[in-house]
């Protein structure tokens, strides 16, 4: 048989004026059009705080906020670590100092807006971490760049801090920053970092516990460097006990949701994620990386998310967490074209199973925390003639059948095609000396973020608000 010359795809241009025009523009439209109301609660509660640190009321905050003896909006309590409130409080400082000394009141429309920053600059600043970790793992400068772009304007990501203005970017970006020093082999600041992530999320250790045992296989260290990484969320976790209200009870239904999913057993149901969360640790403990420590560090984080993301019923902002691993591991293979055209399939998944679970959080309702609200002064969920749009999509034979395998089946490609095989991976010996479309990795950026975020989550959208605002879905049924 002839062989095959091999062509990877075109050589990256670097960024034109357009471009930066064209991704601005996307990450400003959503950033002021967008949000979802978890970020207008937590605005408020870290607008409570403010008020309990100044009035002598710290250690009372929980059940301040539980009581709800002011105006602002928020239907839950504060449901996570006190530092998550803290960050949200620095920044909103400046808001409730001119309040205060103007006497006016909190203006909630403008808090919502101030705090999103905090969930955007975060994101920015993964995006920033993503390139330092490309460079680590070997890319050139412009290469690292470029990976960053992917990561930020990749659907999945964008859709969490820019559209939503959810905060799972706090956890990302420390998880991202301690995985430098874990390349650097400074496992001490890797675990110091790292802890600061499981404060804001404890997502952060999952991939702690597989990474700090591919490096170190002695049990004194292993157990320095866990408690090293408690450092933070065990003071402010007692500091709090017994005062956080219904906070406890959230946690303990976030981690039940890890054993939700069961392989059936002759003694009953194994949870799914537990069972092979607990063998990818023991394998990174028995595993010699030799030389592979640098690519084990993206990969490894990939494989758990992944595999936890198929696991559990997952919220749609938590996805963002596994994103930068699929996007740094791509940029390490050789050919990357059918990892482009696999992120486009996993987008696609991504938004119909939140139009399915999510159908009423997750569309055009978004639009009411943001300008468009301001401008039309119309909601679409107070709108008389509104139909979520998992009503409509819902009429599509199957499609919501396939949703989950789209995103799952990209998941474990990612998982299965992705793992280190002698000097390179599966993917790159299945892709040897194979002939594809030769088109530039800038071009595929463009793709990937026009059909995922524009074709899948806007377009629909727009014509969900445009149907609550005239009726036209009710005509159809």
């Not at 999945?156 to 650097?184: E, I, K, N, R």
């Not at 019923?313 to 596994?322: D, E, M, N």
Request: charged content about 10%; overall charge neutral; glycine content about 6%.
């Amino acid at each position: 048989m002839k062989k095959i010359n091999v062509k990877t795809l075109a050589d990256s241009t670097p960024f034109r004026f357009y471009d930066t025009i064209f991704f601005s523009l996307a990450a400003l439209v959503s950033f002021f059009f967008m949000s979802h109301p978890d970020l207008w609660e937590t605005a408020n509660h870290s607008y409570v705080f403010l008020e309990c640190l100044f009035s002598g009321q710290f250690i009372d905050f929980y059940n301040v906020v539980a009581a709800h003896n002011n105006g602002y909006y928020y239907i839950n309590g504060a449901n996570y670590n006190v530092f998550i409130y803290i960050i949200f409080a620095l920044w909103e400082l400046p808001v409730f100092l001119f309040n205060r000394i103007a006497d006016l009141p909190l203006v909630e429309s403008f808090i919502i807006l101030w705090a999103k920053a905090v969930c955007a600059g975060f994101f920015a600043g993964c995006g920033y971490m993503v390139m330092r970790l490309a460079q680590k793992l070997g890319l050139t400068k412009e290469r690292a760049m470029l990976t960053a772009a992917f990561f930020l304007f990749n659907p999945v990501a964008f859709f969490s801090p820019m559209v939503m203005g959810q905060y799972d970017t706090l956890c990302l970006f420390f998880t991202l920053w301690a995985l430098c020093f874990y390349l650097d082999g400074n496992y001490t600041k890797f675990s110091l970092v790292i802890g600061v992530g499981v404060v804001c999320k404890f997502f952060a250790l999952l991939i702690f516990v597989p990474l700090i045992l591919l490096a170190e296989k002695r049990l004194l260290k292993i157990v320095k460097y866990g408690i090293i990484s408690m450092w933070l969320y065990i003071p402010t976790t007692l500091l709090f006990m017994g005062r956080t209200g219904e906070a406890g009870g959230f946690v303990s239904t976030m981690i039940g949701r890890m054993f939700s999913a069961e392989i059936p057993s002759g003694q009953g149901g194994a949870a799914l994620f537990v069972t092979v969360y607990a063998i990818i640790v023991f394998a990174a403990f028995l595993y010699n990386p030799k030389g592979k420590t640098a690519y084990m560090a993206v990969y490894l984080p990939m494989a758990v998310f992944g595999l936890l993301f198929h696991s559990i019923f997952w919220h749609p902002q938590w996805v963002v967490l596994l994103m930068p691993f699929v996007v740094l591991t791509t940029a390490l293979h050789k050919t990357r074209s059918p990892w482009y055209w696999l992120d486009m399939v996993m987008s696609a998944g991504f938004f119909l199973l939140c139009f399915c679970h999510y159908g009423t959080q997750t569309g055009a309702v978004l639009f009411d925390g943001g300008w468009l609200y301001s401008i039309w002064w119309f909601r679409v969920a107070t709108a008389p003639y509104w139909v979520a749009l998992d009503v409509l999509l819902g009429k599509v034979p199957f499609l919501f059948q396939l949703a989950p395998v789209m995103f799952s089946g990209a998941i474990f490609a990612n998982i299965i095609f992705k793992f280190p095989f002698g000097s390179t991976t599966f993917s790159d010996k299945l892709t040897a000396d194979v002939e594809y479309d030769k088109i530039s990795d800038k071009a595929f950026l463009y793709m990937i973020f026009i059909f995922g975020f524009i074709c899948m989550w806007l377009v629909p959208s727009l014509a969900e608000f445009a149907s609550a605002h005239n009726g036209w879905m009710i005509d159809i049924f």
